[in-house]
C-alpha cells in the first residue's frame, strides 16, 4: 500500500481533474471550448478568480456562494471533484502508479462527464465516447491487463448487443428505447475494459436500471412515460467492473466450478 505523501499528491490531483470535469460537463453539450475562456459566474457573469477556484476548498471558504453577486453554487461541483479525487486514491491502491492506473483513472474521468451530462441533458456526447472507443483499443497495446483482441471483441461485443437490443425494442414497441450513445458508451467501455466487462456492465446496469425504474414508477403512480437515462448505469457497471469485477466473476467461478 503507498504511503500517505504519494496519497495525498494523488488526490490532490485528482480533485483538480475534477474540477475540468465540471468545467466539461457544464461546457460539452453547449458546444463551448473546455479549455478558455475562464470560468465566470453563471448568475453575474464575473470570471472566476483562481483563488475561487480552488477546488473544494473555495466552496467551502465561500461557503457555497459566488463572492460577487451571492448567487447560490451548485453543491453538485465540490462533489465531482471530492469524487474524482477519491477515484485516483482508488485507482492507486489497486494499480499503482502505473501507466495502466493513469489511462483507467482518464476512462473513470470520461466516465463521470458522461453521467452528468445523460442526467442533465439525456445524451451521451459523441465527442467523448467515439475517441473513447479509439484510445481503448489503443492503449491495450501498451496494457498488460487487457489484449487487444479482448478490447476489440469488447467493442464489437459492447457495441453490438445493444444495438440487436435496441433494434429489438424498436421493432415491438414502435418507439426509440435506447439511443445511439448508450451504444458507443458500451462499445466504449468494452474498448478500455475487454469483452468480459461488457457482460458484467450490462449485467449490473440492467439490474439497477430496472431497479430505479420500479423505484420511480412506484413513486410517480406508474407513470411509465417517464425516461431515465441508461449512461449513468452502464459507467456504475463499468467502475463496479474495475474495483469489484474480477472478485466477483472469480467467487461465481468458484461457486459453480
Ligand atoms: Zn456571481
Partial sequence: MPSFFPGFIVFIFGVTVGSFLNVCIYRIPVGLSVVSPR???????????????????????????????????????????????????AILFQYGLSIRGLI????????????????????????????????????????????YKESLLGVL?????????????????????????DIKLLAMIGAFLGWHAVLFTIFVASVLGTLSGLTIMLFSGGDLRLAIPFGPFLALGAMAYLFIGPVIIFWCFNLTG
Avoid at 461485443?157 to 450513445?181: C, D, F, N, P, Q
Wanted: hydrophobic fraction near 45%; include cysteine; charge should be neutral.
Fill in 39 to 89: 470560468s465566470i459566474c453563471p448568475k453575474c457573469n464575473t470570471p472566476i478568480p483562481f483563488y475561487d477556484n480552488i477546488p473544494i476548498l473555495s466552496y467551502v471558504l465561500l461557503k457555497g456562494r459566488c463572492r460577487h453577486c451571492g448567487d447560490h453554487i451548485s453543491f453538485r461541483y465540490p462533489v465531482i471533484e471530492l469524487v474524482s479525487g477519491l477515484f485516483a486514491l
Fill in 104 to 147: 483507467l483513472y482518464i476512462f473513470i474521468a470520461s466516465l463521470l462527464v458522461i453521467t452528468f451530462i445523460d442526467i442533465d441533458y439525456t445524451i451521451i456526447p459523441d465527442a467523448i465516447t467515439v475517441p473513447g472507443i479509439f484510445a481503448g483499443f489503443l492503449t491495450s497495446f501498451i496494457s498488460s491487463q487487457v489484449t
Fill in 157 to 181: 461485443l459492447g457495441g453490438g448487443s445493444l444495438y440487436i437490443v435496441a433494434w429489438t425494442y424498436h421493432l415491438l414497441t414502435g418507439k426509440e428505447g435506447m439511443g445511439g450513445g
